[in-house]
């Protein structure tokens, strides 16, 4: 490998004052390598929680599924992948495949989510310098390598976003990203080691490989060789990011593959397994793989995962087989905030696809008691996936579109956390919050991947469907892999201004404006939906029948044109579609028929719980403003009121309140006073040693239930 120096305003890219870095231990623990020093564990004990509450509302939490070939209604794998991320770059577009010279080498680039994710000559269209259109600065824009590799001679086509997604021979990878023990940092970056993040591993992958088990070995050997960072490498605690699970299909096999930083920061560690063809799996940022069996061909592994794990002390031989999932998870004691972000979809996703299957939906940090993958009921098609992509726990206790955070009308989007009335975004998640779904309202794009090449051939048979913006409220079109091009509408505009001809900004207005008026509106979109794709259903299998019988030259002009016109057809459905609702839902009324000879609406009044909260029938000159809310606990000295009824979705044993357990709120809120009084010093330590104390009570709490697992702490 050469490796290149990169550009100097890395160390501007969201540099902190305070450079702090992850080492092994539990309970939050964290060591700060900055002038802050001093403070010690307490300190640090705080700040580890606070950035697991952070970072669970964070802009990265993906959501991925795959299903085995028999499990398929076309006898072919599947997977999918909800790219959630509030201010990513949301452009999708075809790099064709290529030849390079003999002693050519590819550019490896630093980890960018947003627009542009990558400036470059050599990839798909919309990434080059003259289509950045949106940046003011474009002319200056510079994208300098961190390092690069050896070229290979031929490399494949694939459909790219912010990730790699599908290549022309049918090899399709999702993405989840997980927390693990330890986090590193790219080469370049501080002290970075590390040259590879996750997309591009993935994009690797998918330029020289054809299949599974070759893209699992390539991404495990380079991550190895050359060490694999956290996309989030800018975040307080690097552990949160610091694994990866995808999920890999070829046409005739489906994968689950697991990857985490090593502890030296230069290497990594990864397991794969095959998902029985009959099976159905769902990774919603935790790991999944359990014991690992080196005697099966089902497992694929890394040469050093076994000495990592006993180098430190997480297993040993006479654990047996190394569970993945409970070693090389992020273990804090007392941690219940993580819990229910993850296995709420596990649970929502495993019921709908085999819904008599008996599990709890509330269950320990790692689900102990869920299965790697189920047998579905029935065999599965691309739309049953398209469908598992908008869940949001309908017909659970923890239905989204009601309770009172719907608001009057359903709405079930719950907003990222930030600031409010003097409260930090660290303080709100310390103590509280929402379950969150799987279809949300910062997905970037939804994707299903069908590897039908063993049935419907070569060229036909690598098949996306991709919809933009959160899938609950928008389209999916589908995208022949090997069409030599793709509808602008996917590969046009950025979140910096409005376009009407991008497919994300479509699906933005009909999200936002459609959840105003949800529980009445959801009846349009459904609508739009079946009518969309169960037509575009029809046309692909009159398609691929077609295709079988054409010159390949032919077929890929008829690839190309359909997948082409399918993405424009759906930018116009979008439109269309907000334009429908806007006539149908506006002013507190819904028109009842727009074809009738008099103008008739229908009033869209509060339900009786929601007049009930926000006082109606309270004599306005008495009671103008004041809402009837659930006090919010203590948080350093503030006392607010929120309007929404208390208990609404929020786990129990989740993320409600975990003051009882690690005393964090409590130790902020004395903090804050000792330092205002006559003994602020001696205050401040009496607090601090308090702290120790239950910190050190906490790891010998966690290690005594550790061993009694058969596992060692993390501390």
């Known amino acids: 490998m050469a490796v290149r120096p990169g550009p100097e305003d890395w160390r501007s890219w969201g540099c902190r004052d305070c450079g702090l870095l992850p080492r092994r231990g539990g309970f939050g623990e964290m060591v700060a390598i900055c002038s802050t020093r001093a403070m010690g564990w307490a300190v640090a004990l705080v700040i580890g929680v606070f950035a697991l509450a952070a970072c669970l509302s964070g802009s990265h939490a993906c959501t991925t599924m795959v299903v085995g070939r028999k499990a ?17 770059d949301f452009r999708v577009d075809k790099t064709p495949a290529a030849e390079h010279g003999k002693h050519a080498m590819r550019d490896v680039y630093l980890y960018r989510n947003r627009y542009p994710t990558k400036v470059v000559e050599d990839r798909a269209p919309a990434y080059r310098k003259q289509n950045l259109v949106d940046l003011p600065q474009k002319h200056e824009w510079k994208f300098t390598p961190i ?26 990878i999702g993405e989840s990203t997980c927390a693990a ?13 590390a ?24 991404m495990g050997s380079l991550a190895e060789e050359y060490g694999f960072y956290v996309e989030d490498f800018r975040d307080l605690d690097l552990r949160m990011s610091g694994g990866e699970a995808l999920t890999v299909i070829d046409e005739e096999e489906a994968w689950v593959m697991h990857l985490a930083c090593d502890p030296s920061g230069k290497s990594a560690i990864w397991a794969a397994q095959r998902v029985p063809d009959d099976h159905f799996a769902i990774i919603a940022n935790q790991f999944i793989i359990r014991r690992i069996n080196p005697k099966s061909d089902d497992f694929l592994y890394s040469s050093n995962m076994w000495d990592v794990a006993k180098s430190q002390g997480l297993w040993s031989e006479t654990d047996g087989l190394l569970d993945w999932t409970r070693v090389f998870s992020l273990y804090l004691p007392g941690d219940s905030l993580r819990t229910p972000y993850s296995t709420l979809r596990q649970y929502a996703l495993l019921k709908a696809a085999q819904p008599t299957l008996d599990i709890n939906i509330k269950t320990d940090w790692i689900a102990s008691d869920y299965p790697f993958s189920v047998k579905p009921a029935r065999k599965l098609s691309a739309r049953d996936l398209m469908e598992f992509s908008r869940n949001q726990f309908e017909g659970t206790e923890y239905d989204l579109t009601q309770g009172p955070g719907s608001g009057a009308h359903g709405n079930p989007d719950r907003y990222d956390g930030g600031p409010v009335d003097g409260i930090t975004r660290e303080q709100l998640f310390s103590t509280g919050g929402y379950p969150r779904g799987t279809s949300i309202h910062r997905t970037i794009y939804s994707m299903v991947a069908q590897s039908r090449g063993a049935t419907k051939g070569p060229l036909a048979g ?9 899938p609950r409220t928008s389209i999916f079109s589908p995208i022949y892999v090997n069409a030599l091009e793709m509808s602008s509408a996917h590969s046009t505009g950025s979140m910096f201004n409005y376009d009407s001809g991008s497919m994300w900004w479509a699906g933005c207005r009909v999200s936002n404006y459609g959840k105003h008026w949800y529980r009445h509106a959801l009846p349009h979109i459904v609508a739009a939906q079946d009518d969309a794709e169960l037509s575009f259903m029809e046309d692909v299998e009159r398609l691929d029948q077609h295709v079988a019988k054409m010159s390949r030259h032919d077929a890929l002009k008829a690839l190309t044109a359909f997948t082409v016109e399918s993405g424009d057809k759906v930018l116009m459905k979008m439109h269309s579609l907000f334009d429908e609702l806007v006539t149908y839902f ?8 727009q074809t009738a000879t008099e103008i008739s609406f229908q009033h869209l009044f509060y339900p009786l719980y929601w007049l009930k909260m926000t006082n109606f029938f309270v004599p306005p000159l008495n009671h103008p403003v004041e809402l009837h809310g659930a006090a919010v606990p203590d948080l350093g000295g503030h006392e607010v009121h929120e309007s929404g009824a208390p208990n609404d979705n929020v786990p129990s044993g989740g993320r409600s309140d975990l003051r009882g357990e690690s005393g964090i709120q409590t130790a902020t809120s004395l903090l804050a006073e000792a330092s205002k009084g006559p003994f602020a010093l001696a205050g401040v330590v009496v607090i601090l040693t308090a702290l120790g104390a239950s ?6 709490f966690g290690k005594k239930q550790a061993r009694r697992d058969g596992y060692a702490s993390l501390a």
Not at 195 to 218: H, P, Q, W
Request: proline share 4%; aromatic share 10%.
């Open 72 to 88: 398929s209604t076309e006898n072919a794998p599947m997977c999918t992948h909800n790219d959630d991320c509030l201010d990513c």
């Open 147 to 172: 390092g690069e590799i050896k070229q290979v001679g031929e490399t494949y086509g694939l459909v790219e976003g912010g990730y790699g997604i599908m290549n022309d021979q049918g090899l399709a």
């Open 181 to 193: 023990p330890w986090g590193s940092l790219p080469l370049g970056y501080k002290n970075g080691s």
């Open 195 to 218: 040259l590879f993040a996750v997309d591009t591993l993935m994009m690797l992958a998918l330029e020289r490989t054809s299949k599974a088990r070759d893209a699992i070995r390539l």
């Open 462 to 470: 690598p098949l996306l469907w991709m919809a933009f913006h959160a």
């Open 586 to 593: 506006h002013d507190g009324a819904h028109l009842v028929n």
């Open 695 to 700: 910190f050190f009570a906490g790891s010998w």
